[in-house]
């Protein structure tokens, strides 16, 4: 009897671990850059996102995945979307230029992970506004082709430069460091004006550092994304070979 017993579990473990391996899904063949596991999506619906993906490719070289799945069971949905990124190599690989708007149905949630190659031009502050202003008011209505369409629309914008967060997103990681720097610079100034005279000098000093600090930064954000100039364009029909590194946002309607 213990024996079946332990049979028994055996086989159940199986069947779990079975189950948890199929959550991701093949990568698509034939390859397609919109993949709906959920028929929600009509034939037509899926063939113009389709068509805007690709031409989207054949301009820039990055990839952009749509992914409809019913749930992400165990894992949670930023989880699966670096999980079933790395797996299908969305964006070139190095570049890791990829991004995927992953879609969990029943769970009525949505990630946008992007590869590191694409994090500065679309910055987390960024996808989360676009996921509760453009994405998800059309998925509360059932629209969801339209609120994909929406949604990729200011992705392809972003990802060309053409659409420019508001300087409070794109400066927000960086008002504590520089409120920090400019109280360290006082401090050390008015500390030189009461220990000597030759103050001006001194000031001259903490501008350059300050300077410097900034040019380091700029000089950082450029070895960075100089690869974005880059034409080599994969045409291959597939994915090129992009991994992610955590950059991403999620929301729920």
Not at 98 to 119: P, Q, S
Request: net charge positive.
């Amino acid at each position: 009897m213990k024996k079946i017993v332990f049979l028994f579990c055996c086989l159940i473990g199986g069947l779990a671990s079975l189950a948890m391996a199929v959550e991701f899904p093949p990568t698509p063949t034939p390859f397609r850059y919109l993949n709906d596991y959920t028929r929600t999506l009509s034939s037509q619906q899926q063939n113009k996102l389709e068509q805007k993906l690709i031409k989207f490719q054949q301009e820039t070289g990055s990839q952009i995945a749509v992914v409809l799945i019913p749930t992400t069971g165990e894992y949670t949905p930023a989880e699966y979307a670096f999980k079933l990124g790395d797996q299908w190599g969305i964006g070139r690989k190095k570049l890791n230029d990829g991004v995927l708007m992953l879609i969990a149905k029943n769970d009525r949630k949505i990630f946008i992970a992007t590869g590191e190659g694409l994090e500065g031009a679309m910055p987390d502050a960024f996808l989360s506004q676009l996921i509760r202003n453009v994405i998800t008011p059309q998925f509360k209505q059932g629209n969801y082709a339209q609120g994909i369409n929406n949604g990729l629309d200011y992705l392809i914008a972003a990802s060309k430069g053409e659409y420019k967060p508001d300087t409070s997103e794109k400066y927000a990681d960086y008002i504590v460091p520089a409120l920090m720097l400019f109280f360290f610079i006082t401090i050390v100034v008015i500390g030189e004006l009461n220990w000597r005279r030759g103050y001006i000098s001194q000031g001259r000093n903490s501008r350059i550092s300050g300077n410097d600090f900034f040019r380091h930064h700029q000089q950082r954000e450029y070895d960075r994304f100089r690869g974005f100039g880059n034409n080599d364009h994969h045409s291959g029909g597939g994915f090129g070979g992009g991994s992610f590194g955590g950059g991403g946002a999620g929301g729920s309607w």
